[in-house]
C-alpha cells in the first residue's frame, strides 16, 4: 500500500535515523505509521535486530501485528510477531515484535541492553500511560549508557513534538500532512435526562438510518456497552452488532475490526480500546457518548477507581478521525457544540492520576537512586512517589535506604502489581502458587469467572469455564505460579485461605461489618466500604477487599473473599496489637484510658486500662487546652481578673497566644498525673502570676491596680472587663472631698465610676465626677435626701470632707477631733 500518506515521509524518517539514533514522528490517524514504518526499518544497513514496536492495548498490539503480516503475505508469528499477556506469536524468524507497553518494560528490566534490538518505537505516545512514559525514560537511559547505536522513535497523531524532541536530545521531527477526507460532525445535544445507553442507542438508529457504511460507537465500558447491544437487538434485527473491548474474545475482536465477509452493515460498540491505532475496516460513521472511562488511583481508599468523565477534546477529535480513515465520514456527538470548548483539551497522564508502586519499584530495580534525573515528560510526582515507597517497604519489597531487597527483586520479576506479587510468593512459600496466581489474574482481568463480588466463586466458575480466554488465563496463571514457585521455594507448611491470601496483599483492607445487613464495612485501614446487602458476602463477618469502587468514603466493594473469624484469630493474628489509648471525654471533662487489642483501626476488644501512661494523659490534657482554649480551664475569678488585668496593661507574658504556646511550662507541672484539669483556681492563678518578673508585677500594678482607694480609705475592685471600660462601683460619699476625676493607666483613662446610694442602689454611672457634681448631682441630692435623711446630701460635695458615716456619726467624730 504505497500510497499512505506515511510514504512520503518515510525516506526522511530513514535518513534521519541514519545519522541520529532518536526521531519523533508525527503523523495523523490513517496515514499507517503504525503497521508501515517498522518494516521499513528492516533493509537499513544499522537494523541488524529485531524491531519492538509498543501498543497500548492488547487489541491493538495483536492487529497491527496481522496487519503488517498480511501485508508481507503471511501469517503472524513468522517475520512479524507479537507478544500480550494472554496470546502471543513469534518465532526465530521474527523481526518486527509487536508488544503492550508492560512487556516491553519487562524486557528492558531483564535485558538492560536489549541485546538483539535494533530499535524500540512508542506508538501512539500521546496516550502517556505509565507504562509507556516509564518504557521510554529506561530505553533513553539505556541508550545513553548502553546502547548508543540504539535507535528510538516517538510516534503519535496528536503528541506535541517539541517536547518529545527535547527529552530525545534534540530529535528531529518528521510531520506527514496525511490525507484529508471530509468529515461532517453533527451535534446532537446532550440528554441528561436519559441513561447513556438509552440515548446512544436512539443516536445510532438515527445514524443507521441517514448514513451508509459501518457504525462505530464509542461508550465509556462494558456494561454500557451490552445494555446497548440488547436495545438494538430488538430495534435494528438486521444489524450485526459486535462489542470491541479488552474482555473480548480474540476472534470477535477481529471480527469487530474487519469487514463482514458477507457484506452484512455493523454496528461496532467500544470503548475506548478503538480510539487510538486500530483501523475498523468499512466504518465510516462514528457515534461518540463523549465519555472516558479512567483508572484513578484513589489515595485515600488506596484502590484504583474507574472514573468516568467527560472525554478531552483531543480524545473526541481521535474517535471522530475513525469515521475519514478511508473516506468521507460523518460524526455523531451526543454533546452540544457550544460546550465543547470547555472540556479538557487532553486526558491527563497517568503519571499524575495512577498508582506509583509499580514504578517505584521498577526503578529500584533499575537502580534509579534519584527519579527525578531520568528523562520523563513529566516527572512523578514527590509525594506520591514518596508514598508508593512507603507501601513498598511494608510489602518488605525496599530497605531503609529505599534499595531494593531480595524480597523486592523477586517481586518485579512477577508481571503484576508489587501487592499482588508479595501475595504470590507468600503463597508459594505455602504451596498455593497456582491459587494465588489466578486470583491475582481475575482481579486484574475483568469478566473472568463472571461478574460478582465474590472472589472465591468467581475462581469456581472460571475454573470450569471453556473458550480460548479462559483457558489462555488458566495457562498463564500457571506459569506465574511456576515462577513464584522458583523464586520463593516451598519452606513453610500449611495451606492459608483464600482470604488469608489476599490480606496478604492488602492487608489495610481487611474489613470488618458494621451493621447488621453487611451494608457497612470498617477496614484495617480506617475507611469506610459499602457492600450490596444482596450479595453473598453480605452475611460475612469479615472480608478482605480485593477491589472497591466510588468515592473514598463509603467506596462500594465490587471483588472480595470471605474471612471466618477462627481465620482471623490463627492467621491473623501477628497483624493484631495491642494499643494503650487515651480519649478526651468532653462530656465528663476528663481522659479516659483504654487498652484495646486492634487489627488496624478494627478494634476486637477494650478493657479500662489499669496503668495508663501517665505522661502522655497529661500531654493529651495540654493538647485538648491548645486547641479548645484556655475556656476549658477552671478559672477562678482571680485568675480571670488577672487575666483582664494583664491584658489592659498590655502583658504579653499573659496574652491568650502566650499562654497556649507555652502551655507546657506552666500547666504542664499541675496536670502531671492527673486525667482531668480541676487542679484548683488558686493553684491556676498563682501559676499564672508566677509568669511574671518583678518589673512586670510592678508594671501591672502601676498601669492596672488591681483596686481603687477611695478618698474615704475604702477599696474597690476595679472591673477591666467592663464593656465601658475600667469599672469601679463605690458609695458616692466615699468621692466627697475630690473635685477631679480619678484615671488608670498610661497614658491615663478616665475611671468609669458607678455610683451607689447608701443602700447599694445604683445612682449614676459617669466618666466625669467635677460635671456629674455640677450638674445632675442637684437631682440626685434631692432624691436622696428623701430616701436616706440620716446621711449627708451637702450641695457641694467636692468640698465636703469624705465619709460613709451618718450625718450625727460624722458630726460627733468631727466634734471629737
Known amino acids: 500500500m504505497s500510497d499512505l500518506p506515511i510514504h512520503s515521509v518515510l525516506p526522511d524518517l530513514l535518513a534521519a535515523l541514519r545519522q541520529r539514533e532518536s526521531a519523533v514522528l508525527i ?71 509487536v508488544v503492550t507497553e508492560a512487556i516491553f518494560v519487562a524486557t528492558i528490566l531483564d535485558d538492560p541492553e536489549l541485546s538483539g534490538v535494533s530499535a524500540v518505537l512508542f506508538d501512539e505516545a500521546h496516550e502517556r500511560h505509565l507504562d509507556s512514559d516509564l518504557g521510554l525514560a529506561l530505553a533513553v537511559e539505556a541508550q545513553g549508557v548502553l546502547r548508543e547505536d540504539l535507535r528510538i522513535v516517538v510516534m503519535s497523531a496528536t503528541i506535541d513534538g517539541s517536547r518529545f524532541a527535547a527529552l530525545l536530545g534534540d530529535a528531529p521531527v518528521i510531520e506527514s500532512e496525511g490525507k484529508a477526507h471530509p468529515l461532517a460532525i453533527r451535534w446532537l445535544g446532550a440528554r441528561p435526562d436519559a441513561k447513556v445507553e438509552v440515548a446512544m442507542a436512539s443516536a445510532i438508529q438515527t445514524a443507521w438510518r441517514e448514513e451508509e ?70 466504518v465510516s460513521v462514528v457515534v461518540d457518548a463523549g465519555l472516558s472511562r479512567r483508572a484513578e488511583f484513589d489515595k485515600a481508599a488506596g484502590v484504583t477507581r474507574l472514573v468516568t468523565t467527560r472525554a478531552s477534546q483531543a480524545s473526541a477529535a481521535q474517535r471522530a478521525g475513525r469515521a475519514a480513515r478511508q473516506g468521507p465520514g460523518v460524526a455523531y456527538r451526543l454533546w452540544e457544540e457550544a460546550s465543547h470548548a470547555g472540556r479538557p483539551a487532553f486526558d491527563p497522564p497517568e503519571m499524575v492520576t495512577s498508582d506509583l508502586a509499580p514504578l517505584a519499584l521498577t526503578l529500584a530495580q533499575w537502580g534509579a537512586g534519584d527519579p527525578a534525573t531520568m528523562a520523563w515528560l513529566d516527572p512523578p510526582p514527590a509525594a506520591a512517589m514518596a508514598a508508593a515507597q512507603g507501601a513498598l517497604a511494608a510489602l518488605g519489597a525496599l530497605d531503609k535506604d529505599r534499595r531494593i531487597t531480595t524480597h523486592g527483586r523477586a517481586m518485579a520479576k512477577l508481571p503484576m502489581e508489587p501487592a499482588l506479587a508479595h501475595m504470590l510468593l507468600f503463597a508459594a512459600e505455602r504451596g498455593q502458587a497456582e491459587e494465588a496466581a489466578r486470583l491475582a489474574l481475575l482481579l486484574q482481568e475483568r469478566g473472568l469467572g463472571g461478574r460478582g463480588e465474590d472472589l472465591a466463586r468467581r475462581l469456581d466458575r472460571w475454573a470450569s469455564e471453556r473458550g ?58 480506617g475507611r ?69 487489642r486492634r487489627l488496624g483501626a478494627i478494634v476486637l476488644a477494650r478493657v479500662p486500662d489499669p496503668a495508663p501512661d501517665a505522661e502522655a494523659a497529661a500531654r493529651l490534657l495540654i493538647d485538648e487546652v491548645r486547641s479548645r482554649g484556655l475556656d476549658l480551664l477552671p478559672l477562678g475569678e482571680g485568675a480571670k481578673a488577672l487575666l483582664v488585668r494583664a491584658g489592659h496593661a498590655g502583658l504579653a507574658a499573659l496574652s ?162
Open 213 to 282: 457504511g459501518d457504525i462505530l460507537a464509542f461508550l465509556p465500558g462494558v456494561a454500557q456497552i451490552e445494555r446497548t447491544a440488547e436495545t438494538l437487538a430488538e430495534r435494528l434485527p438486521q444489524a450485526l452488532i459486535l462489542p470491541l473491548h479488552g474482555q473480548v474474545e480474540p476472534g470477535g475482536q477481529r471480527a469487530a475490526i474487519r469487514r463482514d465477509p458477507s457484506g452484512r452493515r455493523r454496528i461496532v460498540l467500544a470503548t475506548a480500546i478503538a480510539e487510538t491505532s486500530l483501523t475498523l475496516d468499512g
Open 528 to 596: 469506610g466500604y459499602r457492600l450490596d446487602p444482596a450479595s453473598p458476602l453480605a452475611t460475612a463477618r469479615w472480608l478482605v477487599i480485593g477491589d472497591a469502587q466510588g468515592e473514598a468514603k463509603g467506596a462500594r466493594i465490587t471483588a472480595a473473599a470471605a474471612l471466618e473469624e477462627s481465620d482471623v484469630t490463627r492467621h491473623l493474628a501477628h497483624r493484631v496489637e495491642e494499643r494503650h489509648t487515651l480519649s478526651w471525654n468532653a462530656a465528663d471533662g476528663r481522659v479516659e484510658a483504654r487498652l484495646e
Open 468 to 525: 480460548s480466554r479462559a483457558e489462555a488465563s488458566r495457562k498463564l496463571a500457571g506459569r506465574w505460579a511456576r515462577m513464584a514457585e522458583r523464586l520463593a521455594p516451598r519452606g513453610r507448611a500449611g495451606e492459608v485461605p483464600t482470604g488469608v491470601l489476599l490480606a496478604e496483599a492488602f492487608p489495610d483492607r481487611i474489613a470488618r461489618a458494621r451493621s447488621v445487613s453487611g451494608e457497612e464495612w470498617l477496614s484495617s485501614g
Open 27 to 97: 503523523a495523523p490517524p490513517g496515514a499507517g505509521k503504525t503497521t508501515a514504518v517498522a518494516p521499513a526499518l528492516l533493509a537499513e544497513p544499522w537494523c541488524t535486530g529485531q524491531v519492538i514496536v509498543l501498543s497500548p492495548r492488547r487489541v491493538a498490539a495483536r492487529a497491527a501485528a496481522e496487519r503488517m503480516a498480511e501485508m508481507l503475505g503471511e501469517e503472524a508469528g513468522g517475520t512479524i510477531g507479537y507478544v500480550t499477556r494472554l496470546d502471543s506469536r513469534r518465532s526465530a524468524r521474527t523481526r518486527v515484535l
Open 656 to 817: 491568650d497566644a502566650a499562654l497556649l504556646d507555652d502551655l507546657e511550662a506552666w500547666l504542664l507541672p499541675l496536670v502531671k498525673g492527673r486525667r482531668d484539669l480541676a487542679v484548683g483556681a488558686g493553684r491556676l492563678h498563682d501559676a499564672l502570676l508566677g509568669r511574671l518578673d518583678w518589673n512586670e508585677r510592678q508594671m501591672l500594678d502601676k498601669l492596672a491596680p488591681a483596686e481603687f482607694r477611695s478618698p474615704a480609705g475604702t477599696s474597690h475592685a476595679i472591673d477591666y472587663g467592663h464593656e465601658g471600660g475600667p469599672c469601679v462601683e463605690l458609695r458616692v460619699q466615699a468621692l466627697f472631698g475630690i473635685d477631679r476625676h480619678p484615671c488608670v493607666g498610661q497614658p491615663p483613662r478616665p475611671l468609669l465610676l458607678s455610683l451607689t446610694s447608701p443602700g447599694g442602689k445604683p445612682i449614676q454611672t459617669t466618666a466625669d465626677l467635677p460635671g456629674f457634681w455640677r450638674g445632675s448631682w442637684k437631682d440626685v441630692c434631692k432624691d436622696m435626701k428623701g430616701r436616706y435623711p440620716k446621711h449627708r446630701w451637702p450641695d457641694e460635695p467636692w468640698s465636703e470632707d469624705p465619709s460613709l458615716k451618718t450625718k450625727n456619726a460624722f458630726n460627733a467624730q468631727k466634734g471629737r477631733t
